[in-house]
Structures are given as structure tokens and as C-alpha cells.
């Protein structure tokens, strides 16, 4: 229990460039992350402006693991590109747009 505590809280400290990259890895499997010029630009407004401890909630398509719905079952070493980044400041999350 201590432990699931401790990860949380280091897991919130990270950059929004980390959080992504390790959800993307540790959860989807992917080798790394690609932002769009757009997906950078919005991390770094919302870091400036003291949001970047907010956590992360990925948007992406149901069908596959990855950002293409026509890799089934569990693929492995992509790069999941990630076009947009979005806040949702009242709810307190940050939402990657991926694909």
C-alpha cells in the first residue's frame, strides 16, 4: 500500500512529457511517443501556467492497444504519435489526444 502511495505521488511530479511516455510504455506497450508540433506547444503553455502536476487521462481509439485499430491483439515497440493535448482544468486532468 505504501508503495502504490509513493509511485502515485512520484508519478504526479513528473513532466507531461514523461506521464505520457510512461503510459504509453508501460500500459500500451509502445517504444516511445511522438508529439506533434501543436501536442508540444500546448505542454508547454500548460506547465507554464502550473498545471503540469495535473494527472493523465489518454484519448485514443478502443479498437487496438495502439493508435491503429487494425493492429489487434497486443503489438509492441511502436511509436504512438500523439497530435493534440488538451486540458480539462475544472475536472483536473490533462487529456493526449493519440492518432
Known sequence: ????????FVFFQ???VEKIRT??????????IELSPEA???IDRY????????PICMAK??????????KKGVPKDFILPISDVRASIGAGF?????G
Open 47 to 54: 506547465t507554464e501556467q502550473g498545471f503540469g502536476n495535473l
Open 94 to 98: 490533462i487529456y493526449p489526444l493519440v
Open 23 to 32: 503510459i504509453a510504455q508501460a500500459v500500451y506497450g509502445a517504444k516511445d
Open 14 to 16: 513528473l513532466p507531461i
Open 61 to 70: 481509439t478502443h479498437l487496438s492497444l495502439s493508435h491503429q485499430p487494425d
Open 1 to 8: 500500500m505504501k508503495l502504490t502511495i509513493l509511485w502515485s
Open 40 to 42: 508540444q506547444s500546448k
